[in-house]
């Protein structure tokens, strides 16, 4: 899938059991690989990193074999995904140890943009005695690695580099090995530098290791020094500046369960910050190894209510008001710190997240995207070195926009939390898969759209009439889908755009400034409902609509309509296509007969002189044309309310439609 439409969110309720952690996944399955024993892993993190990392092992040799039921594993049957989502469901393995060294001594190994593989096996690797070759994806290839390289070096390893200095792809040689003079590396740049070092160092024989400058991400050493010991090895540790791994071989703990990612956390505790309902996240609480569990702690400074136990936490918007802004060092929470910044559009006053550098050299510039991405919805955002300061976005004007992701599952994941703003666009949202496959499904089923009402049917069937006063009636939006490609048309040419220009029509449909009303169309402020019926303008909302690139933007430019507290939606494919989930469908019909005398009234009430015979054949025909059409052809959807209007007036029409939807929509919609 190339992009994902999300809706304008009103609410979110519910609970979601957490995928499991990838820092903890990544890190146990390369100790249970290294280790002596048969390894049970539960729960492990099924995502492309971790897939990454389990190629790469067994490329070295490694046994590894997936337990397909609980009881292969000889565990009780609901046991197996405890800490994990359904559809989310952990993998559960048995890896047999190679004891210290890796079978095969020379490979080619691909990570992708998987730091947390590439990281860890650069240091196990290059104490192996082995030739090896790291590569990953043109990103992998641009986030720093030097310092890494640096340390290890001072123990002897032989890497090269096979393209820019200090960064991947990287050649590993078999060297001579001696870690006894303590080794000293950046804590600036990336916590991984140093998590691989302390898992690394048991293989050549124990050493010790001094951090140069501030430790950033403490919490995710944390979590290297609880897998190392879950593995028999015990680090020690002076403060955050040195530490000293003895001599020693991992050994298996026969079984280790991967707890939920604190990470993924945060964006459920977030849509249970903003959205009026309680939203649980099941699997991390307060006995987690992982700082990221902190996030908490930061909604609840923004005036979120936070309930949590052993394996739980709940998160509420605050009791009356807007969330607060807030100013925080989130050296603790890197990964989570980022959840905040699209929270922060609808906070009360500025937020500003500090000691954020290390965003920089992550699965993409960070700091940059986030604060581009942030813009386009109409925020207003300072970019430092290592900070952001994000202020406020008033109520209902967020602006709909397309957001880019860079390949960055935490990019599409954040900002679909602005959907409580505004109808998104997010290109590339398959890239969650890094983490959390299925994280849009989960976020569906938790958060409740803004209501749709479609109404479809044949021309003059009283569709445009009955849907703009039904609108009315509910004081919601209004979208007369079959003028936009008119409006195209319109605005394109005024704006100096040829018809078969794509790319810049595509551009012009994507930013049409309309409004529809019950007997009115505004572009730009002006009433244009007469222009768009002009000979030329429909000759050219014809050209227009053959392009792929211009359906494509107005595909989202519908969506876009669908703003609080409601939209009513008229014209063809509304609801097979564009709005499939809407509460109510209405298909509209009529009589060709009453159709025709219904068109030669209207013409004759505007001057305009119409004969009744040549009105009928020619709505005859345009009904075969329409049902024929490849593209959106004239059909009543399967779950659509069939409504004749032969006989009723537009009053009568109207009512019976209200009826229907009223039933189905949330309260606080209705008036």
Known sequence: MDFIDLPQCMGANGSVRLPGSKSISNRVLLLAALADGETEVRDLLSSDDTARMLDALRTLGVDIGEVESAADAGMPADGIVAGSAAGCA???????????????READLHLGNAGTAFRPLTAALAFAGGNYRLSGTP???????????DALRQAGAEIDYLGNEGYPPLAIRPAKIDASRTISVRGDVSSQFLSSLLMALPL?????????????????????????????????????????????????????HVEGDASAASYFLALGALAGGTVRVDGVGSDSVQGDVR????????????????????????????????TLDCNHIPDAAMTLAPLALFA?????????????????????AMATELRKLGAEVEEGVDYLQIKPVLPGSLRPATIDTYDDHRMAMCFSLAAFGTPLRINDPGCVAKTFPDYFSHFAALTQAVPVIDIDGPSASGKGTVAARVAAALGWNYLDSGALYRLTALAAHRAGVAWNDEPRVAAVAAGLDVVFGVDSILLAGEEVGEAIRSEEISSGASQVAALPAVRTALLFRQRAFRRAPGLVADGRDMASVVFTDAVSKVFLTASVEARAERRYKQLISKGIA????????????????????????????????????TELSIEAAVAQVLAWARPLLPAQTCR
């Open 90 to 104: 952990g993998k559960l393995l048995r890896i047999r140890g190679v004891g210290g060294s890796f079978p095969v």
């Open 295 to 326: 996030f908490a702690d930061a909604l609840a400074l923004m005036g979120a209510r936070i309930s949590m136990g052993e394996n739980w936490i709940e998160a509420a918007p605050p009791a009356a008001g807007r969330l607060r802004g807030i």
């Open 610 to 645: 119409a004969k009744l015979q040549p009105l009928l054949q020619e709505m005859r025909e345009r009904d075969e044309r329409d049902r024929g059409r490849s593209v959106a052809p004239l059909l009543q959807s399967a779950d659509a309310r069939l409504l004749d209007t």
């Open 348 to 368: 009360d006053g500025p937020t500003t997240l500090r000691n954020i550098g290390s965003w920089r050299v992550k699965e993409t510039d960070r700091l940059t």
């Open 139 to 149: 990103r992998m290839h641009e986030r720093p690695i030097g310092d890494l390289v």
């Open 204 to 256: 050549a024989g124990g050493g010790s290791i001094e951090v140069v400058g501030e430790l950033i991400s403490q919490p995710y050493i944390d979590i290297t020094l609880a897998t190392m010991r879950r593995f028999g090895v015990v680090p020690h540790s002076e403060g955050k500046s040195r530490f000293e791994v003895l001599a020693a071989t991992y050994r298996s703990p026969r079984v280790v």
